[in-house]
Nanobody, 119 residues
């Protein structure tokens, strides 16, 4: 079992930055691919970024490439999302997620943290 807890959300002006953190429990954290997803009001949950167990493979949605950076610290059982040059359209609830390295679906989810970007 893996339990995930996000933190770091808040209100920021357009052009500003936020850093989200996700703390994971469980001894197998380092073997999981970790991801960030978001859901804006009235929209479906969408993929933002992912990072494999070693940190070597990082994937991003086109909408955040060049602005967001995903990272992880296996020693601290944590992953992070550095968000720069934020736009109002980045406003959403951001979720941390985890899946076993060879699985196709994310089966562990956090409760989410609200990010609001004002114009």
């Amino acid at each position: 079992q893996v339990q995930l807890v996000e933190s770091g959300g808040g209100l920021v002006q357009a052009g500003g930055s936020l850093r989200l953190s996700c703390a994971a429990s469980g001894r197998t954290f380092s073997s999981y691919t970790m991801g960030w997803f978001r859901q804006a009001p009235g929209k479906e949950r969408e993929f933002v970024a992912s990072i494999n167990w070693s940190g070597f493979i990082r994937l991003y949605a086109d909408s955040v490439k060049g602005r967001f950076t995903i990272s992880r610290d296996n020693a601290k059982n944590s992953e992070y999302l550095q968000m720069n040059s934020l736009k109002p359209e980045d406003t959403a609830v951001y979720y941390c997620a985890a899946r076993p390295e060879r699985a196709s679906a994310y089966n562990y989810w956090g409760q989410g943290t609200q990010v609001t970007v004002s114009s």
